[in-house]
């Protein structure tokens, strides 16, 4: 079983920057994906970035250029530095981890962009 934690969100105005941490424990051997989700009010939940095996990470176009996904794999933590943002940025940002045959889900964070 692995846990996830979310920390981070918050509120700041547009061109703001936020940093969302993931901090994982539990059985995180086998966890070959990690990603950040979110969801706005009203709106389906969509993939943001991802990271795997070997620190390749992608994006969703609309946040390229401005978040920035990694890993610190002593402190089982996965970040997504969030910069430049924008009022369609704002939403319930979850983390998720993919091993095989296993999803796991963060509570979520929320963040809110005003403009």
């Known amino acids: 079983q692995v846990q996830l934690v979310e920390s981070g969100g918050g509120s700041v105005q547009a061109g703001g920057s936020l940093r969302l941490s993931c901090a994982a424990s539990?059985?995180?051997?086998?966890?070959?994906?990690w990603n950040w989700y979110r969801q706005a009010q009203g709106k389906q939940r969509e993939l943001v970035a991802t990271?795997?095996?070997?620190?390749?990470?992608n994006y969703r176009a609309s946040v390229k250029g401005r978040f920035t996904i990694s890993r610190d794999n002593a402190k089982n933590t996965v970040y997504l530095q969030m910069n430049s943002l924008k009022p369609e940025d704002t939403a319930v940002y979850r983390c998720?981890?993919?091993?095989?045959?296993?999803?796991?889900w963060g509570q979520g964070t929320q963040v809110t962009v005003s403009s």
């Open positions: 998720n981890a993919l091993s095989a045959g296993n999803n796991y």
């Open positions: 539990g059985s995180i051997f086998g966890i070959n994906f």
């Open positions: 990271i795997v095996s070997g620190d390749i990470t």
